[in-house]
């Protein structure tokens, strides 16, 4: 989501969320911005498999893109949508306990251990909306760069909320990738792995797939993927018109 008609349109609908008396917790990535970093500062990003490999280099350059620029710039754009928000990191009030993921060795790259959600309710209990962005703390004290979708559904679940809502770059999970008419309204969290080993869920959309099928399954209320490119998505899925994805036991 590059576009910052789209960015302020997702932070006016979160607004609009608050000031209807919703609690409303951002949990943010930043690929692309971390990339654009990256090659400002003479760095090539190196995927592995697809996925971001992340060396010392790339860690502090993910510290100063994911918990600097673009946690900042979706405070600010909620402060100008009228509401309070407060950017944080998992690091801050050991938000998000990992430790260093094994398979497939990308570096610098946390699996999530723990939740400690003491920090975000105090935030949401004093009108704040927080906004986390998914560098995690490992038990070696060690920074590290988790997954922002599979971070995401983490702490859904340990705040046992009621909604969680992924924003993608597509319609949802499609039936075939090239065709945006075939996607898939409904998946039972139980076919997940299955439409993984069949390459239906790929790529970037297997930790998503994960991540909101696992919130299911620890007692979130409704996990949805919504088409990022939309504006004001979230608004239509709140009036029940939007499209998307939903995940369901």
Not at 32 to 59: A, I
Not at 209 to 228: N, Y
Request: net charge negative; glycine share 14%.
């Amino acid at each position: 989501m590059q576009s910052e008609e789209l960015k302020s349109g997702v932070m006016e609908d979160v607004a609009e969320l608050a000031s209807a008396g919703a609690n409303v917790v951002i949990v943010h990535g930043g690929g692309p911005e971390l990339s654009s970093l990256q090659r400002k500062l003479g760095m090539e990003p190196r995927f592995v498999e697809g996925l971001r490999y992340t060396d010392e280099g790339t860690m502090e350059a993910a510290l100063m893109a994911l918990c600097g620029k673009v946690n900042k710039d979706l405070a600010r754009l909620l402060e100008n949508a009228g509401r309070k928000a407060v950017g944080i990191s998992g690091i801050d009030g050991g938000v998000l306990l990992c430790k260093r993921q094994e398979e497939p060795d990308i570096g610098l790259v946390g699996e999530v251990q723990s939740v400690d959600t003491g920090l975000l309710c105090v935030l949401l209990a004093a009108g704040y909306i927080p906004v986390v962005s998914t560098i995690g703390l490992g038990g070696d004290g060690m920074a590290y760069n988790i997954n922002a979708d599979t971070a995401a559904g983490c702490i859904a679940a340990a705040l046992q909320a009621d909604h969680f809502i992924a924003i993608s770059d597509i319609p949802g999970v499609l039936m075939d990738k090239d065709d945006p008419a075939s996607l898939i309204h409904e998946i039972h969290i139980g076919e997940v792995e299955g439409m993984i080993e069949k390459g239906v869920i790929s790529g970037g959309m297997i930790p998503k797939a994960r991540g909101l099928a696992d919130a299911v399954k620890s007692g979130v209320g409704s996990s949805v993927i919504l088409d990022g490119r939309v504006l004001h998505m979230i608004g239509e899925w709140m009036s029940g018109a939007a499209n998307g994805t939903k995940f369901i036991k």
